[in-house]
């Protein structure tokens, strides 16, 4: 797969580079979430149940199995990124992720192979894990690398934005899939539709990518682990940062099941807030990336969070009151707004911590562990709080309560907008 020499080290930024580093993340990230906003059917056909809703909790746990392997994912191919470059890194995460997806995509129902198919579906989900864990770092790292002075805000908050590409990519299918089938059609083969789709996709990534340059400066990578345990304070913060952004994150990707499953919305409309939620990610992430590099990195991650850390409850009272198509999309638009503000600001504040050596790897551990906490339990605890309280605020306080932890972590760490990278 990596025959083709790899270009010159420190190619210049062009869009063509950038491109390549944003597609491969939008198309693993898609089929990531892609699984989150068909939970209610996959659980259907992988996990059968006499209860709808424990269907349905088995379904968010085995999205939540994704999350386990990311740290690990996250430490293996975050340090082969510092060893042998970010670019066959990024090479070896989607072809870990296209495997995943083909097997997600292709198992047969319970029905059809018994246990075997939920079996399947754990180890699918592992293997996206995996790929997941180890994208975030070496993409990141190389979109600050490769950025050019005064603008590695900017350039960093593609990798948010391309992350909102895949939610509106995966959520106008959702909605197309519910509008042209039946619920009978949808439940039994059409949430596979878009898996299939991601995977044609996925070869123009790899092409793509095969032909980026690199940015890792091979002398500097000895001793790897040793150079590390110095940056263990600042890793610690960088977790309980990115533990916020995963918890808006996933709320506003359960919005969709939220939707279908407390308010009892059409699934169409449901749907229609995953776009609304990928559209809001994809600006405001940009603006947020634009912004940090004209105020710094942390007013733009301080002032979204402490907004989301209020607004939030009330937010979801409104919805709850008036459980309307309107309010849903007012909503959602307003937290998925805050949530790239403050997440484009982070996602170039983080890497800026570290030194290239070690940058792909501290962010990739950093991140996974965040996302595989914090993540990977948002759904399946919202989902099973949701039905033991009776009380639908619930992800409203979930939100609001990482904010606050996120708020305290934020203030601890240092501006880095003048950082050498």
Not at 5 to 25: D, Q, Y
Not at 132 to 151: C, R
Not at 208 to 226: D, S, W, Y
Request: aromatic share 10%; with cysteine; proline share 7%.
């Amino acid at each position: 797969m990596t025959n083709t020499p790899p270009p010159p080290t420190n190619a210049s930024p062009s869009h063509g580079v950038v491109a390549a580093a944003i597609a491969g993340n939008a198309l693993e990230f898609y089929d990531f979430v892609t699984y989150s906003f068909f939970a209610v059917y996959i659980g259907q056909t992988f996990f059968p149940a006499g209860d709808p809703f424990l269907s349905l909790l088995i379904s968010v746990a085995v999205f939540g199995v994704g999350f386990v392997s990311r740290p690990l994912g996250g430490i293996l191919i975050g340090a082969y990124a510092d060893k042998a470059g970010r670019r066959p890194a990024m090479l070896l995460t989607i072809a870990l992720i296209t495997l995943g997806t083909l097997g997600l995509a292709l198992t047969p129902s319970y029905a059809s192979i018994g246990i075997a198919a939920p079996l399947i579906v754990v180890a699918c989900r592992l293997i996206q894990g995996l790929a997941l864990g180890g994208e975030v770092g070496p993409s990141t790292a190389y979109l600050v690398e490769v950025a050019p002075a005064g603008k590695r805000g900017f350039y960093a908050s593609w990798q948010l934005a391309s992350q909102g590409m895949a939610i509106v990519v995966a959520g106008a299918m959702g909605v197309a899939m519910t509008l042209l089938l039946s619920p009978a059609d949808l439940a039994s083969w059409g949430w596979r539709v878009p898996f299939l789709v991601g995977l044609l996709l996925l070869p123009i990534a790899i092409y793509m990518r095969r032909n980026m340059g690199e940015t890792l400066e091979q002398h500097a990578n000895p001793a790897t682990k040793a150079r590390i345990k110095p940056y263990t304070r600042l890793i610690l913060l960088s977790i309980l940062v990115i533990l916020g952004g995963t918890v808006s994150t996933y709320v506003n990707n359960y919005m969709t099941t939220y939707a279908i499953t407390t308010l009892h919305m059409a699934p169409a409309i449901s749907m229609a807030a995953t776009v609304v939620t990928g559209v809001c990610v994809l600006v405001f992430a940009l603006i947020g990336g634009l912004y940090a590099d004209k105020l710094g990195r942390k007013w733009l991650m301080i002032a979204p969070r402490l907004a989301l850390a209020v607004v939030t409850y009330p937010a979801f009272m409104l919805l709850v009151a008036f459980p309307k198509p309107v309010a849903l999309l007012l909503v959602t638009a307003l937290l998925a707004a805050l949530t790239g503000l403050t997440g484009a600001a982070s996602l170039v504040a983080v890497p800026e911590l570290f030194p290239r050596e070690i940058r792909a790897t501290a962010l990739s551990v950093s991140y996974a562990i965040g996302v595989a906490l914090f993540g990977g339990s948002t759904q399946f605890i919202v989902t099973w709080l949701i039905h033991a309280t009776g009380n639908p605020l619930v992800p409203g306080m979930y939100v609001a309560g990482a904010s606050v932890i996120t708020l305290w972590a934020m203030w601890v760490l240092p501006e880095t907008k003048a950082q050498a990278v």
